[in-house]
């Protein structure tokens, strides 16, 4: 079963800040979290493992709560280059994820 | 190395002919997943293959799909008959173990008139 992303899209001004949050109604592992820019093909950001670890990578960080069976992705000061498609995937005990449907990201200068 | 490499990167064709895409995982990569991208479905997986093993084919629509890894270094998703409805954008990816980063190819856009 597919992950729930919100919000469905987002249009941020530089320098803005965003949350894109998934859950899961099953119980979680992992999470998988990738950006896509347009034509383009998925791009890996992160992994976050059981244990409720938050990761960061330059100015995007994400945590995950499996308790919750949700994990957040937050970017900070939004650049331009950050406009895409952000994906998140959820597994269980395979490792092997199951992707939801996409946040698209715009942010403009 | 070249990256996940898939061909052809376009295809059209008729209702009712058999389509076959290939991908050539990275060197040394011994997970190979193929997904398909639709506006409707986002991103989903069809099938994965760890050391040319099918382990997880539940992704498969149906019959008409088919997906073979004869060796390390070539897998192959074929549709036979193809129907307007297969058309999306068919990735393939490949990672060094199972609980590690997809790199993904470029995609084959697959349209089904």
């Known amino acids: 079963q597919q992950p729930v992303q919100s919000p469905q899209a987002v249009i941020l001004r530089e320098g803005e800040d965003a949350v894109i949050n998934c859950s899961s109604s099953k119980a979680l592992y992992s999470v998988h979290w990738y950006r896509q820019k347009h034509g383009e093909a998925p791009v890996f950001l992160m992994i976050l493992l059981k244990g409720g670890e938050q990761k960061g990578h330059e100015k995007i960080s994400a945590s995950f709560n499996e308790k919750k069976q949700q994990s957040s992705l937050y970017l900070t000061a939004s650049q331009l280059s950050y406009s895409g498609t952000y994906f998140c995937?959820?597994?269980?005990?395979?490792?092997?994820?199951?992707f939801g449907r996409g946040t698209s990201l715009i942010v403009h200068p | 190395d070249a990256g996940v490499i898939q061909s052809p990167r376009h295809e059209v064709t008729e209702m009712g002919q058999e389509v076959t895409l290939r991908c050539k995982p990275i060197s040394g990569h011994n997970s190979l997943f193929w997904y398909r991208q639709t506006m409707m479905r986002g991103l989903e997986l069809l099938i994965y293959f760890n050391n040319n093993v099918p382990i997880d084919d539940s992704g498969m629509p149906e019959d008409r799909f088919s997906a073979k890894m004869p060796n390390a270094s070539f897998s192959t998703l074929k549709i036979q008959p193809s129907e307007p409805r297969d058309s999306a954008v068919y990735f393939c990816?490949?990672?060094?173990?199972?609980?590690?980063?997809?790199?993904f190819g470029q995609g084959t856009r697959l349209t089904v008139v």
């Open positions: 990816a490949s990672s060094p173990r199972q609980v590690n980063e997809a790199f």
């Open positions: 995937g959820t597994a269980g005990g395979s490792y092997i994820p199951t």
